[in-house]
């Protein structure tokens, strides 16, 4: 049975040692098992939603939220000139990716219902795959890869002058680390109830 970490609320397996945050649930103590740093802050307010609907409709408003951020952007880049002003120049672009946005939808859902089908609850995004088989950690290293190369992504949007990008990308790596999190806690849980 999961235990809930008395500090920060968090489930952990059973069994666990110690939370993501670093509680001690082993001890008798109720300690921290180390000095407070900003890792283990960051820890405890880097957590996902503690009901798996709400993460679900967060993805998609966040998915969907590109869709305003590309118009807001190209309508910026309009008015200084980055286009030609005669013609559908932003157009194109802006319902191209609007279609992408809408026929990617449900893959997403896909991928994102099967990532989080033994959803745990709140769970800290920077949970580890501790002894898991090959496949989780597989998906666990992709999802990874994911958040890295959509930081990269947040930090080049920044640097061409479009900040509304970069916070939809930047909500995308959370996500993809959210969705991690999740599918690692809940494979561990479903492990934990299966023995």
Not at 1 to 30: E, I, V, W, Y
Request: glycine share 10%; proline share 5%; with cysteine.
């Amino acid at each position: 049975m999961a235990q809930k970490c008395p500090q920060c609320g968090l489930l952990n397996p059973h069994g666990a040692r110690a939370c993501d945050c670093g509680f001690d649930l082993a001890g008798t103590s109720g300690e921290r098992l180390s000095a407070s740093t900003f890792g283990s802050k960051m820890r405890s307010f880097a957590i996902t939603p503690s009901n798996r609907m709400t993460l679900w409709v967060a993805a998609n408003v966040l998915w969907f939220s590109s869709i305003p951020a590309l118009g807001s952007f190209l309508t910026r880049e309009l008015r200084l000139g980055a286009f030609p002003t005669d013609g559908d120049s932003i157009g194109i672009p802006f319902f191209g990716w609007a279609i992408i946005t809408v026929v990617l939808a449900p893959v997403l859902n896909t991928a994102w219902w099967w990532l989080s089908r033994d959803y745990p609850g709140s769970v800290s995004l920077f949970v580890a795959a501790q002894a898991t088989g090959i496949r989780t950690r597989i998906v666990s290293t992709c999802l990874i890869a994911l958040a890295g190369m959509l930081a990269a992504g947040v930090i080049l949007e920044v640097m061409g002058g479009a900040p509304e990008i970069a916070a939809v990308v930047a909500s995308w790596c959370y996500l993809a680390l959210a969705f991690r999190a999740a599918f690692l806690r809940g494979h561990a849980f479903g492990k934990t109830v299966a023995a």
